[in-house]
């Protein structure tokens, strides 16, 4: 009689594979689960960066209409400026004893220049031996004022300043160069300069020659 040898039943898994097959599912679905976290912190992160940049858009939009409503307002002040000014229509020397004692300038705006307030125009004259600094005065000349009237613009035919001494686009202004003693004492052949300084804008720079000769009275230099 043969002895009956039974195999052995290899579809049970011993303890250590069912172990390790355990272990290896575990790990997988916890693998899973942290792609799922990763998933959603990624969104979040995502998010967070989106807020930020539209909040830092929105900063630099403002900004940038700002600095365009500034530049806008440099353009228009620097156009201002610059068509801001005095025009000089035609001096006028006395002479006396062959040489000039007094200039009279005529001024009137530039055209499309805003009014010019008379009492902050400076003006400098310069010639060969001498250089005088004169600021407005409505009543008379000195070596360090210059006087100032309306020659013609006013509706009235009295043409006084007002207490504001503002020059409009219609006036014409008179002013008259002279010395403490009435006499500038200029000679014949004589350069002068003259440089009127608004208080804002563009300065006025007048150049003359006298003639060489000059005859008592009054004559016209340019």
Not at 25 to 34: A, I, T, V
Not at 69 to 91: E, F, M, N, P, Y
Not at 137 to 144: G, I
């Amino acid at each position: 009689m043969h002895n009956l040898i039974i195999p052995p039943d290899n579809t049970k898994a011993r303890p250590g594979e069912r172990a390790a097959r355990e272990g290896a599912q575990m790990r997988k679905r916890l693998s899973k689960d942290s792609w799922g976290d990763a998933g959603i912190g990624t969104t979040v992160l995502f998010i967070t960066m989106v807020l930020t940049a539209t909040g830092a858009a929105s900063v630099v939009i403002e900004q940038t209409t700002e600095q365009q409503a500034q530049a806008s307002t440099t353009a228009i002040d620097a156009l201002v400026d610059v068509s801001k000014g005095l025009w000089v229509l035609q001096v006028l020397g006395h002479a006396s004893g062959g040489e000039v004692d007094r200039l009279e300038v005529y001024l009137k705006l530039q055209p499309g220049s805003p009014e010019v307030d008379m009492d902050d125009v400076a003006l400098l004259m310069t010639c060969r031996d001498r250089r005088q600094d004169m600021t407005f005065n409505s009543t008379s000349a000195s070596s360090s004022t210059y006087l100032c009237q309306l020659a013609m613009g006013r509706s009235d035919a009295s043409q006084q300043w007002d207490e504001y001494h503002v020059l409009g686009y219609m006036d014409v202004a008179k002013v008259t160069i002279s010395d403490d003693d009435g006499d500038l004492g200029l000679g014949s052949n004589e350069h002068v300069s003259l440089l009127f300084l608004p208080a804002s804008g563009l300065g006025l720079e007048y150049g003359l020659r006298l003639p060489l000769i000059c005859q008592d009275g009054w004559f016209v230099i340019s």
